[in-house]
């Protein structure tokens, strides 16, 4: 280095003392925006967001986080063009410029040092693989249901989010709804007595399983940008068909073992984990009935849960729990209406939001991003209610009693069984 260019101690000191003297001479204007005020949040409280996937129920999440105060959406990635656009016209016009980023590869979103957050509402097919990603990137992330398609991606999703210190939050979203709130405490406190069972029943396909098979091959969209290898990601490959685009999507809920029991019933094994304070652990047998696809899974401690399709009151809607105790019971679906087996149970029952709305939930998961808390849905609580869906359905499958080990994650003895426990992910794909 010149002596030109080497600056003393106390020619430093100086100049510092000086400039310093004239910056406070100078009177300094800051926007409201900057402090705070006038209901706006200032800048070093915003969340910077990015979004993959924008589609359906991704589209509603989506709005619900926009809507959030301190929320400044920077990018957003889908591979579907008009929904691309349309979720850039969103974050533009909610963030009052036209600078959010769209993406088709949703590696060069996750890439940018400047977000702090990632909304996941893909296929399934993505959902566990593309969060440990996200995590690994240095990202919290919010990611729909079902997160995860077998137990060792439940597993592995749990042990990324222990290791890298990130926040997940799954989109199991009636964890923040206050009907199924409410029926929650009424188990969790005792007001029942001592549980003995919990029923659920899985909405849409009513717990269905099996193969999800391939389409007939078709011409591939005439988009250029589309990728069909992007699309399929870790899943096992097959041709394209444009039914997959159109909500039959394969893959659905827990890769071989089918729609139902791992896309609807992770909300509904979710709340009845829940209600038996079992978020750290899973039932330890399962046993489906061969005719109507009903199963009992049984905790080790005692308590029954109990999927049922039929003898539920319709005003309770989709995904309906029941909690039973020895002093009676609490039920609720997403109507919001709460019925039990004597009014003194709910007498101090009051009225929220319904089940499908996301709004509480997108916000829990943005105040834990900020104070580094576990939002009520956290990758523990998600990786847990994912297996215990998992296990319900390979008992399905296979159509005979199962025993599980939740300390060990296993079928002990049972090598069929065993075997329904991970699948492989497609190449480059690995976590």
């Not at 590869?105 to 097919?125: C, H, M, Q, S, V």
């Not at 098979?213 to 992007?230: A, Y």
């Not at 609807?264 to 899973?282: I, L, P």
């Not at 109507?335 to 509480?360: H, K």
Request: proline fraction near 5%; charge should be positive.
């Amino acid at each position: 280095m010149s002596k030109e260019t080497v600056l003393s101690r106390r020619a430093f000191i100086t100049k510092g003392c000086a400039a310093a003297g004239a910056a406070l001479a100078m009177p300094t204007i800051l926007s409201s925006s900057a402090w705070g005020k006038d209901g706006v949040v200032a800048p070093s409280e915003r969340i910077v967001l990015g979004a993959i996937g924008i589609g359906g129920r991704g589209s509603s999440v989506f709005r619900a986080m926009l809507d959030q105060p301190d929320i400044t959406c920077a990018a957003v990635c889908d591979l579907k063009t008009p929904r691309l656009a349309a979720a850039k016209k969103a974050a533009d016009k909610r963030n009052g410029d036209s600078k959010c980023a769209t993406y088709k590869d949703f590696r060069e979103l996750l890439a940018r040092k400047d977000i702090d957050a990632i909304l996941i509402a893909t296929g399934p097919n993505w959902h566990g693989t593309m969060s440990m990603m996200a995590a690994q990137a240095g990202k919290d992330v919010y990611c729909e249901k079902p997160c995860t398609k077998n137990i060792a991606e439940s597993l592995d999703l749990m042990k990324v989010f222990e290791r890298t210190g990130r926040v997940f939050q799954v989109g199991t979203q009636r964890r923040s709804v206050a009907n199924f709130n409410y029926c929650a405490m009424v188990a969790q406190t005792g007001r029942l007595g001592k549980l003995t069972e919990l029923h659920y029943k899985p909405a849409g396909s009513g717990g269905k399983v099996g193969m999800t098979g391939w389409q007939p091959e078709q011409p591939l969209p005439k988009d250029p940008q589309f990728d069909w290898h992007l699309y399929l990601g870790p899943a096992a490959w097959r041709p394209f068909n444009g039914s997959y685009l159109r909500g039959n999507v394969f893959e659905k809920g827990g890769g071989l073992l089918g729609y139902g029991v791992m896309e609807w019933g992770s909300h509904s094994v979710d709340q009845c984990q829940r209600a038996n304070s079992a978020d750290n652990t899973v039932p330890v047998t399962y046993h489906p009935q061969a005719k109507d696809g009903t199963i009992t899974a049984v905790y080790a401690n005692g308590v029954k849960m109990i999927c049922r399709h039929g003898g539920w009151d319709p005003r309770l809607a989709t995904c309906p729990v029941r909690f039973v105790g020895e002093k009676g019971w609490v039920e609720t679906g997403d109507e919001g209406a709460v019925q039990a087996s004597s009014p003194d149970l709910i007498a101090d029952r009051r009225r929220g939001i319904r089940g499908t709305n996301p709004s509480n939930h997108v916000r829990d998961f943005f105040n834990c991003v900020k104070t580094r808390g576990l939002p009520n849905a956290n990758h523990i609580v998600a990786a847990h209610s994912h297996i215990a869906c998992s296990n319900t359905a390979t008992a399905l499958v296979l159509k005979r009693t199962l025993t599980y080990d939740p300390v060990k994650h296993e079928f002990p003895g049972d090598d069929e069984a065993n075997r329904f426990r991970s699948e492989a992910r497609r190449e480059p794909w690995r976590v």
